[in-house]
């Protein structure tokens, strides 16, 4: 038995949804949508048979594609070396491949396709893209303004669209500093066309960036003329715009002061988040002054390392570069057999290069520590593969040579760490060695010195440079630097305070070896003076 109150609950879903068995009406009604049905599944196939010819015009496109592109990886490195070839080789791709998604039931296709799509470009490579297009234009400033011709070259010029993208795209990511100057690039070129639609869309997205750069005046001027453009066009955008203009005059201090800065007699403000201005100069190739220079004459030298028996018949070109860090450049020090190896043994195992986070890292909002324990961040651009002596003879080799020139032990040396670096390509200035008792767990002692190859000469950029003390080392095949991370206390050397410049043309490869403090004892004795 149950009460009158649960029995209705109990049977009102059952009156809502009578059986078709027992009902007549559901049986006329079911009937009756026949035609309906039909004429939905009509439109349904209608639908899909667009939708697979979306499909079939795709596979048609990536057939043509593929004859453009099928080249040797020699041949595509060369064709890729230039920034906007690479922007528009990754945003087409990407398009392309948004559409091919949009064109597919997802839910339906096999793991084989879905595996293939996971590896193409996506939107973090497009927005990698678009970072190192204004990463360069940052560092590299006229040479790096890709929306007009360069000497030599007519055809890899950023239309304006294109270039309104990028600005777009850093709007979105908060680089408000390459936003305007791409969205300013571009309101100039869609004026110089008379394209007003698209320019009112640039004065759009560039009232917002004005604003955030501080600049609410030219946000304010840029308003008053969407207003005017917009006042018969689009109810909803004027509200918007007239909301946006109270709050610019608001911030200029009231309606008098606004209007009286509408002339715009002021350069805007554009600063960069990051102000580096010694390290631009220096990538750039330009010199800095120091306060502070080194008295001891600098010279090259054939180096034998106290005619040690590896280097006596074979001495090496050692160019000194700076004494109180021992910053060194080693010429010729790698063969072209050695350094295909190296690339070919990295290159299978590259990932997207990391950074071990200190405290002051983890406290840092440019950073974001990940639960591999490593830090994705905005100050490095680049790829990784580790290389161990055990992987084959010759990489043992190299490293006793490298042991010999420097006289340090490779008891506790870190494996090759090789990197390339694409189209902007880089690492902001930082240090190698680490703060604390035990900076690397992995290893013994704290860095005591770094060594890079360089396993290819660069067509623009790459370079290393160190702006504490002035110095800029140029890449060079198979040659290789080197410097002291430690003062013999074993304090770290705040001078050997690094970075390596953005890539602007071509690619660049590099292989770190870092040795660290046990071991090293006595080929490099302590010294409780701080500046030794």
């Known amino acids: 038995m149950c009460s009158w109150t649960y029995c209705v609950l109990l049977l009102l879903p059952l009156?809502?949804?009578?059986?078709?068995?027992?009902?007549?009406?559901?049986?006329?009604?079911?009937?009756?949508?026949?035609?309906?049905?039909?004429?939905?599944?009509?439109?349904?196939?209608?639908?899909?048979?667009n939708r697979i010819k979306r499909i079939r015009s795709h596979i048609e496109i990536l057939k043509l594609e593929n004859k453009k592109m099928n080249m040797s990886r020699k041949e595509l490195e060369a064709e890729m070396a230039h920034p906007v070839r690479v922007y528009r080789f990754v945003s087409q791709f990407y398009s392309d491949i948004e559409d091919i998604r949009d064109s597919l039931d997802m839910s339906r296709i096999s793991e084989e396709l879905r595996e293939t799509l996971s590896q193409l470009p996506s939107q973090k490579d497009y927005i990698d893209a678009v970072g190192a297009i204004a990463r360069l234009q940052e560092v590299y400033k006229d040479e790096a303004d890709f929306t007009r011709p360069q000497a030599n070259n007519t055809i890899d010029v950023l239309t304006a669209e294109e270039v309104f993208d990028i600005g777009r795209t850093c709007s979105e990511m908060e680089n408000y500093y390459g936003a305007l100057n791409n969205l300013v690039r571009a309101k100039e070129m869609f004026e110089d066309r008379n394209d007003t639609v698209q320019a009112m869309a640039a004065y759009d997205h560039l009232a917002f960036v004005m604003f955030e750069q501080q600049n609410p005046d030219y946000a304010l001027n840029y308003t008053y003329n969407l207003i005017d453009y917009y006042k018969d066009k689009d109810d909803e955008v004027l509200t918007r715009l007239q909301d946006n203009r109270k709050l610019y005059i608001e911030e200029l201090g009231g309606e008098e002061l606004a209007n009286q800065s509408l002339s715009l007699s002021r350069p805007y403000n554009n600063e960069p988040l990051e102000q580096l201005p010694?390290?631009?100069?220096?990538?750039?190739?330009?010199?800095?002054?120091?306060?502070?220079?080194?008295?001891?004459?600098?010279?090259?030298h054939m180096h034998t390392n106290n005619n040690h028996p590896l280097l006596i018949l074979a001495p090496v070109k050692k160019e000194d570069l700076h004494i109180e860090t021992g910053l060194s450049f080693f010429h010729e020090v790698l063969s072209d057999r050695e350094i295909k190896l190296f690339q070919e043994k990295a290159s299978g195992v590259f990932e997207d290069s990391q950074l071990v986070p200190d405290d002051d890292i983890k406290k840092d909002p440019n950073f974001e520590v990940k639960d591999d324990g490593y830090a994705d961040t905005r100050v490095r651009s680049s790829n990784t593969g580790w290389v161990d002596d055990e992987m084959d003879v010759m990489v043992k080799t190299v490293s006793r040579r490298i042991a010999a020139i420097l006289d340090l032990d490779l008891k506790s040396a870190e494996s090759f760490q090789v990197l390339s670096y694409g189209i902007g390509g880089f690492y902001l200035p930082h240090f190698d060695w680490g703060d604390g008792e035990n900076p690397f767990a992995d290893f013994e002692g704290n860095r005591i010195a770094t060594w890079i190859f360089y396993l290819n000469n660069i067509k623009k950029g790459g370079a290393t440079v160190f702006p504490d003390i002035g110095a800029t080392v140029?890449?060079?095949?198979?040659?290789?630097?080197?410097?002291?991370?430690?003062?013999?206390?074993?304090?770290?050397?705040r001078l050997t305070l690094h970075a390596a410049c953005p890539v602007l043309e071509g690619y660049k490869w590099a292989s770190n070896k870092w040795f660290h403090t046990v071991g090293n004892e006595f080929s490099w004795p302590c010294d409780v003076n701080p500046e030794s």
């Open 474 to 493: 140029w890449p060079e095949k198979g040659g290789a630097a080197f410097w002291r991370n430690l003062h013999r206390n074993g304090e770290g050397n």
């Open 15 to 49: 009156a809502a949804y009578a059986q078709i068995i027992h009902s007549i009406d559901r049986m006329s009604k079911s009937v009756a949508l026949y035609p309906v049905l039909a004429e939905r599944l009509e439109s349904h196939l209608v639908e899909e048979e």
């Open 278 to 300: 010694i390290y631009n100069k220096l990538c750039r190739g330009e010199s800095v002054e120091l306060e502070a220079k080194e008295s001891k004459p600098l010279q090259c």
